[in-house]
T-cell receptor
Framework: QKEVEQNSGPLSVPEGAIASLNCTYS??????FFWYRQYSGKSPELIMSIYSNGDKEDGRFTAQLNKASQYVSLLIRDSQPSDSATYLC??????????FGTGTRLQVTL | SQTIHQWPATLVQPVGSPLSLECTVE??????LYWYRQAAGRGLQLLFYSVGIGQISSEVPQNLSASRPQDRQFILSSKKLLLSDSGFYLC???????????FGNGTRLTVT
């Protein structure tokens, strides 16, 4: 079992719709959770951090964390073509080691 | 504010040649520093990390080495490159603990 799992996609959503990206993790002791956006050929850019159960909103982005079920999700409201990228989920485990998923590719269509 | 610089942006090297990639961080002291590699269509693979000058931890044994000669400088090296060393190399930093990583712009290495 991979430590951090994501569906590779592509996830295709029309412009203006809500994109929902999911991530599961295996280490029950994980404390910190991050979402990164990576455009093709570029480095990952941090877009959200979440540390406690529930929702955290930042503009069009909402991160959701459920430690009991060991999943974290990212919602993107009013999706724009500029949101088309690969989204990486990253989790800090009990050894304070940050582990990345392989990413979900999002395509926002006109 | 903190910034991370990584160079060069692209590099084409023949098999068997040496490699030196450099990364520096500004605006902070005693950062944790990391080298990752991302092969085409693959996830991020942690290569090395450092919590202080001269302290290097290797995650994956391979043809590469890392050094931290100064507090905010991290260098990735190889004596002889292999074709399999091609990839996108990323330097990153964080202040430690459960803080997120912040990445440099990356170096795309092609070994021919």
């Amino acid at each position: 079992q991979k430590e951090v799992e994501q569906n590779s996609g592509p996830l295709s959503v029309p412009e203006g719709a809500i994109a929902s990206l999911n991530c599961t993790y295996s280490d029950r002791g994980s404390q910190s959770f991050f979402w990164y956006r990576q455009y093709s050929g570029k480095s990952p850019e941090l877009i959200m951090s979440i540390y406690s159960n529930g929702d955290k909103e930042d503009g069009r982005f909402t991160a959701q964390l459920n430690k009991a079920s060991q999943y974290v999700s990212l919602l993107i409201r009013d999706s724009q073509p500029s949101d088309s990228a690969t989204y990486l989920c990253a989790v800090t485990g009990t050894a304070s080691k940050l582990t990345f998923g392989t990413g979900t590719r999002l395509q926002v269509t006109l | 504010s903190q910034t991370i610089h990584q160079w060069p942006a692209t590099l084409v090297q023949p098999v068997g040649s040496p490699l030196s990639l450099e990364c520096t961080v500004e605006g902070t002291s005693n950062p944790n520093l990391y080298w990752y590699r991302q092969a085409a269509g693959r996830g991020l693979q942690l290569l090395f990390y450092s919590v202080g000058i001269g302290q290097i931890s290797s995650e994956v044994p391979q043809n590469l080495s890392a050094s931290r000669p100064q507090d905010r400088q991290f260098i990735l090296s190889s004596k002889k490159l292999l074709l399999s060393d091609s990839g996108f190399y990323l330097c990153a930093w964080n202040p430690g603990g459960d803080s997120p990583l912040h990445f440099g712009n990356g170096t795309r290495l092609t070994v021919t």
